[in-house]
């Protein structure tokens, strides 16, 4: 079974970077390099959401206008939004004008905020789900584990809202909670590089 393909340099990249052409550079410089930054990871856990029943393309050609829109991800900022806020939202044509979605960002804003007040960070929670590398099967093989359920019922338990197995295993993946980029992928020595070095969040 192919799992790469070649790109216009000659390298072996992952199979599905080859999908669109934007899928290329994020592949390159930013999917599995692990991220400890509570922004980043808040921006990824509600892109995560908006994506239930799109594509990727979609909201990565819109993640700017999405930036602006929510204040960067920031959840402190976030947790002011009003009914008015929301509303103005729905009229932005610029990202994906979906009621109950942009209602999750501003509910989960109040989650992360919480969390943060009792964990030190939403890094420092995140990362606790960090499977044992060793007990990971091939790449790209799943959608969901044990540790993306794991984290789904415990984030619903505490009201976080779009938070599937399915969509936090992306969100892994994404971020570098373990490395799928293919065995012959070029990168995936990268970003395990990046994984050896980076410095888990203390809890």
């Excluded at 993640?63 to 900022?77: G, L, Q, S």
């Excluded at 999750?104 to 989650?111: G, H, Y």
């Excluded at 044990?146 to 415990?154: F, G, I, W, Y």
Aim: with cysteine.
């Amino acid at each position: 079974m192919t799992t790469t393909i070649t790109g216009p340099d000659g390298q072996s990249r992952c199979l599905w970077c080859g999908d669109v052409p934007e899928f290329l550079d994020y592949h390159d410089r930013e999917w599995g390099f692990p991220v400890s930054d509570d922004h980043r990871l808040f921006e990824k856990l509600c892109l995560e959401g908006f994506q239930a029943g799109l594509s990727w393309r979609t909201i990565l050609n819109k993640r700017e206008n999405f930036r602006r829109a929510f204040c960067h991800f920031d959840f402190d900022r976030i947790t002011d939004f009003t009914e008015e806020d929301v509303e103005r939202l729905l009229a932005d044509a610029s990202i994906i004008r979906h009621r109950g979605k942009i209602e999750a960002v501003i509910s989960n804003a109040r989650q992360a905020q919480e969390l943060v007040a009792r964990e030190g960070s939403l890094a420092a929670f995140l990362w606790r789900y960090e499977p044992d590398p060793a007990q990971l099967p091939p790449p790209q093989t799943l959608t969901t584990s044990a540790e993306s359920h794991a984290l789904s019922k415990e984030l619903k338990k505490r009201g976080w809202r779009f938070v599937g197995p399915t969509t936090l295993y992306a969100f892994m993946q994404a971020m570098g909670l373990i490395n799928d980029h293919a065995e012959d992928c070029f990168m995936r020595a990268d970003v395990e590089r990046a994984r050896q070095s980076f410095r888990r969040p203390a809890p």
